[in-house]
């Protein structure tokens, strides 16, 4: 088995070595460290406003980066995410406006729950046709989530012909007024959007560590031979994978089209790569088999702050975009950093039992 493998959850070695827990709680310091900056630098950075408008940005970027966790911790990669959030904002848009004339002078229209169904089905099925392309075809990831970031983003276009669907404020008439809730709603005090991530968050973690479909999305990721070879259904845990991205591509695409109260096609663009940013950031590796759903919603939060306290700052956006590729190559560079010290710890343990 690959190093990968042996830090799984669960199976990472103990250590007392200070500099692997510094290397380890990372995330967190960053965190902290970027939230004490801007609280200083930027006096209303920690007003309750602020937080609130802070806090529906980062579940954005966190329902992706959790999706594209579970992709790149079984050795893929889905760049279709940003394309799927348009197209899924742009069938919540149809559905809402015009439902579905199926012929003979019929109109079929749905209410909220029935428009959100149909529209976690269109990404789901991305996720599934970009698992059907690398798993039955043998494409690889990073080329079949390409292609379909095109498909995805052009039949976005097609389906208006490139204009906005404005005014998606639903029909009482038919139950879909309550579309809006989604992504202007709240409860005790919290916006549902919120509320929603710590549904998925805590359910994505829950899979990753608890049950036996995480431990096979690790060990395909570790070593995608070995795994098969140990009767792990490698091509179902894929499709599992990138149909739980397009499922959470989707959510995103009905929570923005909702607070908007519109659709644009060009929604989502460049998503997936603060998606892949946030995994990386929170100890996802790009070669598989490791990654954390709790540090990547951390590292989505890092991504968030920075973004937030940079507008507040007046930075412009050509030096945000710079900042976060220094963050991102940095967030690279200290796991490499990390997997030679975890090895090193590994070897001195291995020596200390041999004794």
């Known amino acids: 088995m690959t190093d ?25 310091i960053a965190l902290i460290l970027v939230v004490l900056f801007f609280s ?12 609130v408008i802070m806090s529906k ?10 999706g594209m966790t579970f992709v790149i911790v079984s050795g893929g990669i889905d760049l ?15 559905l809402l406006l015009h439902g579905i004339n199926p012929g003979f ?39 079949a989530t390409l292609g379909t970031l095109y498909i995805a983003r052009g039949s976005a276009m097609l389906s208006s012909d490139g204009r906005t669907f404005p005014n998606l404020n ?23 959007s919120i509320w929603m991530l710590v549904i998925v968050g805590l359910g994505a973690a829950y899979i990753a560590r608890r049950t036996p479909l995480g431990r096979y999305i690790y060990a395909v990721g570790g ?13 179902q845990i894929k499709y599992f994978v990138y149909m739980f991205s397009g499922f959470c591509a989707a959510l995103v695409g009905i929570i923005i089209a909702s607070q908007l109260v519109a659709a644009h096609p060009a929604t989502g663009d460049t998503f997936e790569l603060n998606a892949i940013a946030a995994a ?70 291995q020596a200390a039992l041999g004794k």
Request: overall charge positive; hydrophobic content about 55%.
């Open 80 to 94: 279709s995410v940003g394309s799927i959030v348009g197209l899924c904002g742009m069938v919540a848009g149809w």
């Open 105 to 143: 002078g019929w109109s079929i229209q749905f209410n909220t729950f029935e428009i959100c169904l149909i529209v976690i089905a269109v990404g789901v099925m991305v996720g599934a046709l970009n698992a059907f392309l690398i798993t039955k075809l043998n494409v690889a990831p990073f080329i």
């Open 4 to 28: 990968s493998t042996v830090s799984m959850p669960g199976n990472q070695p103990g250590s007392g070595n200070a500099l692997l827990l510094l290397l380890k709680a990372r995330t967190f």
């Open 223 to 235: 070593n995608e031979k070995a795994a098969g070879l140990s009767g792990v259904r490698v091509t």
């Open 40 to 51: 200083i630098a930027a006096p209303n950075f920690l007003s309750t406003a602020n937080l």
């Open 280 to 349: 990386v950031l929170g100890g996802t590796s790009m070669s598989g088999g490791r990654g954390r759903i709790g540090g990547t919603i951390v590292g989505a939060f890092v991504i968030g702050v920075l973004s937030d306290g940079l507008v507040m700052m007046g930075v412009s956006a050509f030096w945000q975009t710079v900042i976060k590729g220094i963050v991102i190559v940095a967030a690279v560079v200290i796991d490499q950093a990390q997997q030679r010290v975890q090895a090193r710890v590994a070897l001195q343990a």
């Open 170 to 192: 639903g029909n009482p008439e038919y139950g879909s007024d309550t579309f809006r809730w989604i992504g202007a709603g709240d409860m005790l005090g919290i916006p549902v």
């Open 57 to 66: 940005h980062v579940a954005l970027n966190a329902f992706l980066a959790i």
